[in-house]
């Protein structure tokens, strides 16, 4: 699974002096096969440069050490990626594997520290959620990222009355009072927490859990810059139900979330395009704009795969066609020109959002906000 802390961590490898290498290759669970031989074609090169006099000693042996190191990785057993990324410097002992959830390009960057455009790109389009299960004394709190959920440490168990211990002696509204009173304490408690860890960004969403009474007495507590993050609720006991059913119920909370933020995109591209904005319409137009680098952020029609055509020179893109309009050349014919196009915006600095819910962009299948007008198209 890709952390977001991870990233920190490839991004503060540093060669100081020493090159970093960072390495993508796609991999394709229905073929495993494909994978070392795709990586080896990499390294390949990587192993050219190792061996140029030209190339410093000290910068040689350490990528001679990260083409060692990347080899034994390759042989890891892996579940179910679409990519792996490596990074190294073992020059500098620095050694970082990543699994990927999206496919992206195969290629190789030597440089004085990672590049993680690409590792960037994935993570935007997933949220940090934070599960949190609360009832009238407790509360747990869960990390739910890409498939994944971990409970974070500290789990609140605030005083609480209970029927046996309480009710010698004390009169009944009294004892009420206590209880609502270290209810509402407990509930302070919780919402500090996550306000404090929305301050320090450690989620993006919230998906909150227990019986449906107290979730409400419970959102009550929470201050609007927690509660603006609450992606929904789900009702589950938070004492009795096993892990299982409350990570699913938190799925179906981040499905809804996403499959909504999705329409919201989708529908803002369009009235942007339809008012005359920055913004186009339809793969013809977002080829174009993303092979000029004019595109912002790029909704793609969740698993559509479209035939094309790349040229390597200038980076043209189309649908049809043999030879690049703009410099003349003969074009590459790529399997999916959908994913070429959602690579070049990436490498521009743009982001991707995968759209799997039911929108126009069925119909369109892609659709990009712009930060300029891209330059008039070349006659085909
Ligand atoms: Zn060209």
Redesign the pocket.
């Known amino acids: 699974m890709l952390q977001a802390e991870t990233v920190d961590r490839i991004l503060r490898m540093r060669g100081d002096g020493l090159p970093v290498l960072s390495l993508y290759v796609r991999f394709d669970p229905a073929d495993r096969r494909a994978f070392p031989s795709r990586v080896a074609e990499q390294l390949h090169e990587v192993r050219l440069l190792a061996g140029d006099p030209s190339v410093e000693r000290d910068s040689r042996l350490s990528l001679r050490g990260d083409v060692g190191r990347i080899e034994e990785a390759v042989r890891q057993e892996r579940l179910h990626p679409q990519a792996v990324a490596f990074f190294s410097c073992s020059g500098r002992g620095g050694f970082e594997n990543v699994e990927l959830p999206r496919p992206v390009r195969d290629r190789h960057v030597v440089d004085a520290t990672a590049w993680v455009r690409p590792l960037v790109a994935v993570l935007e389009e997933y949220h940090r959620c934070r599960v949190v299960v609360v009832d009238r004394g407790r509360a747990r709190f869960f990390d739910l990222y890409q498939d994944e959920m971990v409970e974070c440490p500290g789990r609140l168990r605030d005083r609480t009355l209970r029927k046996p211990d309480y009710a010698a002696g004390m009169r009944e509204h009294t004892v009420h009072n206590k209880v609502e009173l270290l209810t509402k304490r407990h509930y302070r408690a919780v919402a500090e927490r996550l306000d404090e860890e929305a301050r320090r960004h450690e989620f993006d969403i919230i998906a909150l859990g227990g019986h449906d009474h107290e979730i409400a007495e419970f959102l009550d507590h929470l201050p609007a810059a927690v509660r603006e993050r609450i992606a929904g609720t789900f009702s589950v006991h938070p004492r009795e139900d096993e892990l299982g059913k409350i990570r699913r119920r938190a799925e179906q909370v981040v499905e809804r979330y996403e499959r909504v933020e999705e329409q919201r995109l989708v529908t803002e591209t369009l009235e942007r395009r339809a008012s005359g904005g920055l913004a186009v319409v339809g793969l013809a137009d977002c080829l174009w704009a993303g092979a000029t680098a004019a595109v912002n952020q790029l909704l793609v029609q969740d698993e559509v795969v479209i035939p094309g055509a790349i040229?390597d020179?200038?980076g043209?893109l189309a649908v049809e066609g043999d030879r690049?309009p703009?410099?003349?050349?003969e074009?590459r014919r790529t399997p999916d020109v959908v994913y070429e196009l959602a690579q070049a915006v990436i490498d521009e600095g743009g982001s991707v959002e995968h759209v799997a819910a039911e929108t126009p962009l069925r119909e369109h299948v892609t659709a990009a906000t712009l930060r300029f007008p891209p330059p008039p198209q070349p006659a085909v």
Do not use: S
């Open positions: 040229c020179n200038d043209y690049c703009v410099c003349g050349r074009m």
